[in-house]
């Protein structure tokens, strides 16, 4: 049987390797194996969440409001936005598919950073269109507006990552407005912010707000997910913030009831607990701290991080796939980031024993 020859050569994402697998693999028990590859939230969530999807089990036989309207209305007034501004997705992964579904096609190219989020481009291949990665890494805006120029008229989509998932950098707000009032307003821009709410925390001045974006810049999507800083991965519940008639078109691409009734009871649950989120943000930068100190110590660089997770390079003669690989065996999950050509590791901030048991393993692989 043939394929649609998109398909040829694509990739499939790799996820950070599961408990489940280092159990089997290694006879290691459950209870001590620590993930830290997949930027979860090491507390969990919100208490009050838990509950309320108890009590929403009971429903499990019952469609969800496929309007989402409690979940677009609590998003909407976090925001200072309206309902009709709001789309909700089985994480903000659907939403990156919805987006390059409803724009991209192969006479096209998307662009976006050296080194970014994997699923540009994987949704971006699937739509046949051309990948254009910036020669930085990391967010240059240089870089990004060179592109623009020698490509003009050729990009159909342009994804900002910010804070960047692997990197961790995050660019100035101001910087980001500047920008976006050069870029071609035919070009659709995602702004995906997974981990502004600890790009917030950490410095204001990295702050993005959704609704002054959309405000000024019709053809910009902001993307945002409960499952990092409200600790619910598992719940597959994210969102994206446009303009009306922007938001309205990725709808006819939304499958019926695409987020389950306790992912949708957890997000509208989840938005009513700040301070969950607040001691989260307070306690991670505390512990990446720990993480910067004993790269200091140990003589390594690593990337100052606006998230929930540090990447760590290596100097030559330390190799970062045998790092990760031996950290697996004694039960630790880190990301490898080998795979786009650096010499590093990612490695999501725990709470502080799980970062001490990283950091006793660590010494004893690394040195
Ligand atoms: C985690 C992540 C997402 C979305 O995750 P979902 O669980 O699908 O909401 C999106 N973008 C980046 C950069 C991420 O790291």
Known sequence: MTFNPVLDGLKNYEAGKPIELVVRDYGIAPQDVIKLASNENPRGCSLGVLA?????STRAHLY???????????????????????IIGAGSDQVIGFALHAKANPNQAILMAGVTFAMYEIYGKQTGATI?????KMHNLEDFKQMLATHKGAIGV???????????????????KLFLREVDPNILVVVDGAYQEYAS??????????RALIEEFPN??????????????????????GEAGLIHTLHKLRPP??????????????????GFVARCMEENFSEMKRYEAEARALGFD?????????????????????????LLEKGIIIRDLSAYGMNAVRVTIGTPEQNSRFFENFKRVYC
């Open 52 to 56: 309320a999807m108890q009590q929403e």
């Open 64 to 86: 969800p409001d496929d309007s989402m309207y409690e979940l677009k209305d609590g998003l909407a007034s976090r925001f200072g936005v309206k309902k009709e501004n709001v």
């Open 132 to 136: 254009l990665k910036t020669p930085s």
């Open 158 to 176: 342009l994804f900002l990552c910010l804070p960047n998932n692997p990197l961790g950098e995050a660019l100035d707000a101001d910087e980001v």
């Open 201 to 210: 925390y950490k410095d204001q001045t990295k702050a993005l707000d959704p």
């Open 220 to 241: 910009v999507l902001y993307l945002g997910t409960f499952s990092k800083a409200y600790g619910l991965g598992g719940m597959r519940c994210g969102y994206g913030i």
């Open 257 to 274: 009831f695409n987020i389950t009734t306790l992912s949708l009871k957890a997000g509208i649950e989840a938005l009513k607990d700040e």
């Open 302 to 326: 690593f990337i100052e991080s606006y998230t929930n997770f540090i990447t760590l390079e290596f100097p030559e003669g330390k190799i970062a796939s045998k790092i990760a690989q031996s």
